[in-house]
C-alpha cells in the first residue's frame, strides 16, 4: 500500500503517515484532508512511499485540497530549518501555509452584454454604455462613468436581459517587470556588482555575497539592476526582497515600479489577509516575479526562485525571538542553497559574522567604496559631555544646540537620535526610592506623556500614571529618570518653538502607514528637526537632512551583551549617514561622556576596519560567534519550584562532549515576565561541533512538565 506523510500546520515534532486510498492519486507538495482525532485537518504532504504494510493501523487521507502544490524545495526548506531550530517541522510548516489560512477576496460584481440581445427602446445613453463596455465585462458604476451616464441606465440594459451580471473570483494580476524600462545610470563599483550577481545568477547553482558599500553609496541600484539582468535573461525567473521594517517598504516599491515598470507584491503584516492569499497563489502559480517583504517571505513558495536580497543583512529586527525563533538572514542563505540560488547580503556595517564569511572566502565580496553621485559621507565629531554638559534637566549640550540653530539658519533638516522610546525610562518615588515595575514582571514601566501613561515595553501592559506612590502611599511624589524621545523633543520646542518638529518611534507610527506619511513629510521637507528612535536610522534618504545629533552615544554600550559593541557601531554608523545624502555636506555629533571607548574613536575616525579587528580578536579569544556558536535554552513557569527542578534535571543529564561548555543554569536577566518564573541555559561550541546534535540528545534525556515551557534558541541575539 501507499503510506503519505503529512506535515501537519501545529506544534508537532513530526510528520503523521497515513494511508493512501485506492484510486487516489497523491504526491509530494499537494493539500491533503486528515483525520486527527475527532477533526479533520488540513496538512501538506511531506513524502509519499510504497510499504508492504504496517504493525499499526492507519488512518486514510480523507481527500486533496484544491490548492497550488508547494514546491519540493520550499518543502525541503521546511524540513532542513525545522532542524536548524529544533523547531516542531509542523510549525515551520505553519509559516509555509500562512497565506493560505486567509479567505480569498470576495468575488467582484461585474456586468457584460448578453449575446443577441439588442436594447428595445434605443437611446444615445444606453448606446454610448453598450460602446463603453465592448466586448469586457466590467463593475456596474464603472462602466456609468466610463459612459457618462446615469446608474439607472446600466440597471435598465440589466433589467430589460441587454446585460447580465456575473460575479469574478479574485485573480492578482501582478504586471510582468520590464527589464528594459528605466536603467538606473552606475558607476563602476555599482556595474561591477550587478555584473557579478548576474553571471553568478546565470552560471545557476548556490552563490552567496556580501554587497558592502558605504551608506549611500547605492547598494538598492546595483541590487536591483543585477535583478533587472536576471529577469532579461530568464523571464520565470523569481526575486525575493526581504527588509528589516514594514516601514522601508513603500520607499523600495516605489523605486522598483520607477526601475521596472511594475510594482512588486508585498508580504508583510500590514498586508491585509485577503491580499496575502493571493500573492501566494501568485508565487507558486509563478505569476509573481518580484516580492519585497518581511522575514516570512522567506516562506512563501517560491516557483523559480533565482535570486535572493537581504538588505541590511546586520538587522536585528531579522531576528525572531518569540514563537517560532529563527533569523531570517541565515535561513535565506540556506534557502538560496536548497533552491540553487544567489543570495546578496547587503550593508553599509555587515555583521561580525557575515565579513567573516567573506573575509574566509565563503561568500564572494563586492564593495562599494563611494558615496553615489556628488554626495560624501558626513563628518563625525565625538562631543566629550564631560567638557561641556548640558544644564540639569535637559540632554542637549550648548554645541549641539548651536549647531541645530545653524542648520534652521540654512533651511536645513536635523536628525536628533536617541533610541528610547516614550518619554522616560524609569519612574520612581523621591519619598521611598521605589521604582515602577510592570505587574508580574521585572521590567520597569516607561512612561509616555503623550498619551498620559506608563507602558511595559516588553509586556505591552499599560495604566494611567498614579499620583500615589504604590509603594509608600506618597502623593505626587513620582518622578521621571532620564530622557526618551518625548522628552528630548520637549526640549527642542522649548529652545526651537518656531521649528517644525515630531517624533519618529515605534509609539507615534506604529503601523506601515503612519510610519509612510511620516517618512514622506520629513523627505518632502514638511518638518525641520525630527526626533527618533532607530527606526529612522534603517535606510532612509532625507535629501535636506544635513545634521545629526547623537543624544547619548554610549546608551548602547552599557551591560554585558555580546554584541553590544557591534550594534552600536552598527546603529550609530547608521544613523550618522542618515546626513548629507544629496548634493550637501552632513555632519554627525555624537554625544559622549566616554570619548576614548573604541567603538566611538573608529566611528569618527571612520575606520570599520580597525574596529573590527578588534572585535574579532575579542570574539576569537572567547571562542564566541563566529569563531564559535552558541545555543540558549530557556525555561519559564507560573510555577517556580517547576523551573528549578527542569533547570536541575538538565544539568544533571548534559551528555559528555568536547569543545563545548554549558553555562547555567542561572535566572534570566528578567526573571519574571507575566507572572512567568525564567531561567536560561547557554551553550557554546567550537564551530566544527554538531550543536544541534548534542541538544537534541540532551533534551531526550529529559522529560519536561506540561506546566514548564521549553524554548531553543541556535544563535541566540538576546540574552534577557
Known amino acids: 500500500m501507499k503510506v503519505a506523510s503529512v506535515l501537519i500546520p501545529l506544534p508537532v515534532p513530526e510528520a503523521f503517515d497515513y494511508e493512501v486510498p485506492e484510486g487516489l492519486e497523491v504526491v509530494r507538495g499537494d493539500h491533503a484532508a486528515v483525520p486527527l482525532g475527532p477533526r479533520l485537518v488540513r496538512g501538506v504532504v511531506a513524502e509519499v512511499r510504497e510499504t508492504t504494510g504496517s504493525n499499526r493501523r492507519l488512518k486514510a487521507i480523507s481527500h486533496l485540497v484544491d490548492d497550488p502544490r508547494v514546491p519540493a524545495g520550499t518543502l525541503d526548506f521546511i524540513e532542513w530549518a525545522a532542524r536548524w531550530t529544533l523547531s516542531p517541522p509542523g510549525e515551520m510548516a505553519a509559516a509555509a501555509l500562512k497565506g493560505l489560512r486567509a479567505p480569498r477576496p470576495r468575488p467582484e460584481r461585474r456586468v457584460r452584454r448578453v449575446a443577441d440581445r439588442v436594447p428595445a427602446r434605443p437611446t444615445p445613453a444606453r448606446s454610448a454604455v453598450l460602446d463603453a463596455l465592448g466586448s469586457r465585462s466590467m463593475p456596474g458604476a464603472e462602466l456609468a462613468r466610463a459612459a457618462g451616464v446615469s446608474s439607472g441606465v446600466v440597471k435598465g440594459l440589466l433589467d430589460e436581459g441587454v446585460l447580465e451580471t456575473v460575479k469574478i473570483e479574485g485573480v492578482a494580476a501582478f504586471d510582468a517587470p520590464d527589464p528594459n524600462h528605466a536603467p538606473a545610470s552606475l558607476n563602476l563599483d555599482q556595474a561591477a556588482a550587478a555584473a557579478a550577481l548576474s553571471e553568478a545568477t546565470a552560471r545557476g547553482g548556490f552563490a552567496p555575497f556580501l554587497l558592502d558599500g558605504v551608506t549611500g553609496s547605492g547598494k538598492t541600484e546595483a541590487y536591483l539592476e543585477a535583478a533587472a539582468r536576471v529577469l532579461a535573461a530568464e523571464p520565470t525567473a523569481q526575486v525575493l526582497i526581504l527588509l528589516p521594517e514594514i516601514a522601508l517598504t513603500q520607499a523600495l516599491i516605489e523605486r522598483i515600479a520607477s526601475r521596472f515598470g511594475a510594482a512588486p507584491a508585498e508580504w508583510h503584516s500590514g498586508v491585509a489577509p485577503p491580499r496575502r492569499r493571493q500573492v501566494w497563489e501568485a508565487v507558486a502559480a509563478g505569476r509573481c516575479n518580484i516580492v519585497v517583504g518581511a522575514r516570512s517571505a522567506l516562506f512563501l513558495p517560491y516557483a523559480n526562485l533565482r535570486l535572493l536580497v537581504v538588505d541590511e543583512e546586520h538587522d536585528g529586527s531579522f531576528k525572531q525571538d518569540e514563537g517560532l525563533v529563527y533569523h531570517a538572514r541565515d535561513l535565506a542563505v540556506a534557502r538560496a542553497r536548497i533552491e540553487g540560488a544567489t543570495v546578496v547580503l547587503a550593508s553599509a556595517t555587515p555583521s561580525l559574522e557575515t565579513l567573516w564569511n567573506a573575509q574566509q572566502g565563503r561568500y564572494g565580496w563586492l564593495k562599494l567604496t563611494a558615496r553615489h553621485g556628488a554626495a560624501v559621507l558626513p563628518d563625525i565629531r565625538l562631543l566629550d559631555l564631560r567638557e561641556c554638559p548640558p544644564d540639569p534637566q ?18 536645513e533638516q536635523t536628525l536628533l537620535f536617541l533610541n528610547r522610546r516614550g518619554y522616560a525610562p524609569v519612574v520612581l518615588c523621591r519619598a521611598c526610592g521605589h521604582r515602577l515595575t510592570a505587574p508580574d514582571t521585572d521590567s520597569w514601566l516607561v512612561e509616555h506623556r503623550y498619551t498620559g501613561r506608563l507602558v511595559c515595553h516588553l509586556t505591552g501592559f499599560t495604566m494611567a500614571r498614579p499620583r500615589h506612590c504604590p509603594s509608600c502611599g506618597a502623593a505626587d511624589s513620582l518622578v521621571p529618570v532620564g530622557p526618551g524621545v518625548e522628552r528630548v523633543e520637549e526640549e527642542v520646542r522649548q529652545l526651537f518653538p518656531e521649528a517644525r518638529t515630531a517624533v519618529f518611534s515605534s509609539d507615534t507610527a506604529p503601523d506601515g ?54 550594534r552600536t557601531y552598527q546603529l550609530l554608523t547608521q544613523a550618522a549617514g542618515r546626513a548629507g545624502r544629496a548634493d550637501r555636506p552632513g555632519r554627525a555629533i555624537l554625544q559622549t561622556w566616554t570619548p576614548e571607548h573604541p567603538v566611538l574613536i573608529a566611528l569618527a575616525a571612520g ?41 536541575r534535571d538538565l544539568a544533571e543529564a548534559i551528555p559528555n562532549a568536547e569543545r563545548l561548555e554549558v553555562y547555567g543554569p542561572a535566572d534570566a536577566p528578567l526573571a519574571l515576565v507575566r507572572g512567568r518564573r525564567r531561567k536560561r541555559l547557554l551553550v557554546r561550541a567550537d564551530r566544527d561541533v554538531d550543536l544541534q546534535g548534542f541538544l537534541r540528545v540532551w533534551l531526550a534525556r529529559v522529560k519536561v512538565p506540561a506546566s514548564v515551557r521549553l524554548s531553543v534558541d541556535v544563535d541566540p541575539y538576546s540574552f534577557l
Open 394 to 411: 535637559t540632554w542637549l549640550s550648548q554645541p549641539l544646540r548651536e549647531a541645530i540653530g545653524e542648520t534652521l539658519q540654512r533651511g
Open 513 to 566: 502607514r503612519s510610519a509612510r506619511a511620516l517618512i514622506q513629510r520629513m523627505a518632502d521637507g514638511e518638518i525641520d528637526i525630527l526626533v527618533a528612535t532607530q527606526a529612522a536610522a534603517k535606510g532612509h534618504n532625507f535629501p535636506n537632512l544635513t545634521l545629526v545629533g547623537v543624544v547619548d552615544a554610549d546608551l548602547g554600550l552599557r551591560g554585558g551583551d555580546l554584541r553590544a559593541a557591534e
Open 607 to 647: 575606520d570599520r576596519d580597525a574596529f573590527v579587528e578588534a572585535e574579532m580578536a575579542e570574539r576569537e579569544a572567547a571562542s564566541l560567534p563566529p569563531w564559535g556558536r552558541l545555543a540558549a535554552i530557556i525555561l519559564s513557569s507560573e510555577n517556580a519550584m517547576a523551573v528549578e527542578k527542569t533547570a
